[in-house]
């Protein structure tokens, strides 16, 4: 059974038509990435379902529930899911192990508050006031919280933004164990390489509409794409688009008789292919 | 699986974490519990008058101080920091849990009627210590008292979440919510005596309960012998009640409808 499922979902403000049509189907266990750029309609889709706001056609089922519902059935569908946003800058006058403590009363069947500190590397700063927090820290609280009911689901939006790479690397890790313990997730990122090295699933929604949903290796035929060779004859850079680039480089190392200058054999990136598909629908 | 807790208990567990994060303000504690303290200090030195035989101005003032002190501490503390919670993500955050609106509202309730009885006493201890504060011996006004501060404080409550919608953001919210207090405070008699203001003030302050929980808070500390100087001769207790007892209701009705979590 899909733990996500939209149909036909549609959304807009006054005469911007922010979500204009989207189907999605999200696995449980999977970890689905959703990109686009600023204004594509990624966080008006997220939001409704995540419940925070009203669409205005379609149908959206997450666990099996209408997020739109309100009252006793909304609690019991919050207590399974989880929900880091994007940005919180709470007063901070509590301790970071308080602020844990005090929201996993929320929940029915919380997760150990000592062990979830530990997951998210804040075991030596339990004591300190939130606002004391460095950036990267704070965001490893809100993971925190985000998962201290033991979520089937969690919503993490842009996780690591304004982290340094070896906090994202960390960050990486903890996202990963959480899916191998069972939580689908949902996340929103601008980093494609985030979204390629965490997700199982990317779709690319721009201007309202998917344009495609696959596995990232896949994305826009990025699997069976042409190569690129780039070496250096003489004093010019030239290279080539090429199916068969061992062939290629094979040719020009009898040509050079060995070695070839600056050498270098690409694929088009996760972000080129991202870049060209966003690109490519003006209007 | 264990069952999702009460919105009861939820709210209490969000009353003590209001507390706990009020206390550690500082700067809005000793604005919020001394204020009053400091206005008596300055008001009781400037007029040494007596309004009535055996009324001093500190007792009418007194009155009045703690009848706005339950619409500054609840009224205007809520409709300024709860936009800044809404600035900050603060709230948003809370709806994305199984928390319940209800629970957030009794924390906050019980954070104001707390710092409420913090703020009474002190005030009433000052008043007592310094500015010759007599305090009402029969149990009656003692009753009275109760349930003035226990309806004054859900009522300015509810009214402060419910009008927390109104400021667009919490910088602004200041500069939205203050001037209406100030001008409730000089309409109402808290700073001058109420049958000396012009009747079309006296008349516009009895549409708000301001003016109500003042009249009601010198029934407890003016002598009963004062009543007859009130606009109704009277102190006009059970008007007091159902003019409060339909603020909260009001209160309570646009808090659960219209309360907003997120800043669009």
Known sequence: MSLIEVKGLKKSYGDVHAVRGVDLEIAQGEIFSLLGPNGAGKTTTVEILEGFRHRDAGSVSVLGFDPQTRGRESRIWRDRIGIVLQSSLDAGDLTVIETINHFSGYYSNPRNVDEVIHSVGLKEKEGALIRNLSGGQRRRLDVALGIIGSPELLFLDEPTTGFDPEARRAFWALIQQLRSDGTSILLTTHYLDEAEALADRVAVINKGVIMEVSTPADLGGRATSQATVQWRDGAETKSEKTDNPTTVVSALSTRFNGEIPELVVTRPSLEDIYLEMIGGVDE | ?264
Not at chain 2, 214 to 242: C, N
């Open chain 2, 1 to 264: 699986m264990n069952k999702i807790p009460s919105a009861l208990q939820l709210g209490i567990r969000r009353g003590g974490l209001e507390i706990r994060q009020f206390a550690r303000q500082r700067e809005s504690v000793v604005f919020t519990l001394l204020f009053p303290v400091i206005l008596l200090a300055i008001f009781g030195s400037v007029f040494q008058n007596t309004i009535a035989p055996g009324v001093t101005f500190s007792q009418y003032f007194v009155a009045g101080m703690i009848a706005s002190g339950l619409i500054n501490t609840g009224f205007q503390a809520l409709a300024i920091t709860i936009p800044m919670e809404r600035d900050v993500g603060a709230l948003k955050r809370l709806r994305g849990t199984p928390m319940p609106a209800s629970s957030y509202f009794i924390g906050k309730a019980i954070l104001i009627f707390v710092s409420m009885v913090i703020q009474i006493l002190l005030l009433l201890g000052f008043g007592v210590a310094f500015f010759g504060l007599e305090m009402p011996t029969e149990s009656s006004k003692w009753l009275t008292f109760a349930w003035l501060v226990l309806l004054g404080s859900a009522c300015s409550t509810a009214l402060g979440i419910a009008f927390s919608v109104v400021p667009k953001s919490g910088r602004g919210a200041s500069a939205v919510v203050s001037p209406i207090v100030i001008i409730l405070q000089f309409f109402s008699g808290v700073f001058f005596v109420f049958t000396q203001l012009p009747p079309w003030m006296q008349q516009v302050a009895a549409i708000f309960p301001l003016k109500w929980l003042t009249q009601g808070m010198r029934s407890v500390f003016l002598p009963e012998s004062f009543a007859s100087q009130e606009v109704a001769q009277s102190w006009e207790l059970q008007t007091t009640f159902v003019v409060l007892m339909i603020w909260l209701a009001i209160g309570i009705f646009f808090s659960v409808r219209k309360f907003k979590w997120d800043r669009d």
